[in-house]
T-cell receptor
Framework: AQSVTQPDIHITVSEGASLELRCNYSYGATPYLFWYVQSPGQGLQLLLKYFSGDTLVQGIKGFEAEFKRSQSSFNLRKPSVHWSDAAEYFCAAMDSNYQLIWGAGTKLIIKP | DGGITQSPKYLFRKEGQNVTLSCEQNLNHDAMYWYRQDPGQGLRLIYYSQIVNDFQKGDIAEGYSVSREKKESFPLTVTSAQKNPTAFYLC????????????FGSGTRLTVV
């Protein structure tokens, strides 16, 4: 069965430090891949998506993600985090029925 | 502006009552989805609909019902059969093939009192 794994439940980084959130997928072919962000009590907002082509994709709010086929990974990165980046981040992969398979989420905590 | 609207934002239900959560989109999306979110459990799919007058059960459909009489609307009814309905409910929509991902509403928090 297809699955998406986010190994880190929580991550704490200092404001201004770099960030990498991990995401691994289990799928035969290269799936469509997405990263979403959710602030407390809000809906999810799309940060970026990968379909094909360049393995480094740019998103909103200064985020980027790199697709690595050999590692079945799609990690989210940001060079310098701001306190406003504190939120929960979800990775998702689209299956052959156009349904999104979701990771469990990673909660990002920013230290001042 | 196009978007997806959920109402109400907060909803309180007495035990034994049915309640209906509203979800409306003006994005001309074919597909719509309902998710339930509990602390530490991520997103769990309740129901989805890919076309009008058709819908399918997701992973946790028991105790819920939906209808899709119009393309724009996908209301969710939480019935008295749902034993633990207190949760945050999210509605989403997408094109038929989901190439832009899902667009989400801002959610409804349901509390049983």
């Amino acid at each position: 069965a297809q699955s998406v794994t986010q190994p880190d439940i929580h991550i704490t980084v200092s404001e201004g430090a770099s960030l990498e959130l991990r995401c691994n997928y289990s799928y035969g072919a290269t799936p469509y891949l997405f990263w979403y962000v959710q602030s407390p009590g809000q809906g999810l907002q799309l940060l970026l998506k990968y379909f094909s082509g360049d393995t480094l994709v740019q998103g909103i709010k200064g985020f980027e993600a790199e697709f690595k086929r050999s590692q079945s990974s799609f990690n989210l990165r940001k060079p310098s985090v701001h306190w406003s980046d504190a939120a929960e981040y979800f990775c998702a992969a689209m299956d052959s029925n156009y349904q999104l398979i979701w990771g469990a989420g990673t909660k990002l905590i920013i230290k001042p | 502006d196009g978007g997806i609207t959920q109402s109400p934002k907060y909803l309180f239900r007495k035990e034994g009552q049915n309640v209906t959560l509203s979800c409306e989109q003006n994005l001309n999306h074919d597909a719509m989805y309902w998710y339930r979110q509990d602390p530490g459990q991520g997103l769990r799919l309740i129901y989805y609909s890919q076309i009008v007058n058709d819908f399918q059960k997701g992973d946790i459909a028991e105790g819920y019902s939906v209808s899709r009489e119009k393309k724009e609307s996908f209301p969710l009814t939480v019935t008295s059969a749902q034993k633990n309905p207190t949760a945050f409910y999210l509605c989403a929509s997408s094109t038929e093939q989901g190439e832009d991902g899902y667009t989400f509403g801002s959610g409804t928090r349901l509390t049983v009192v």
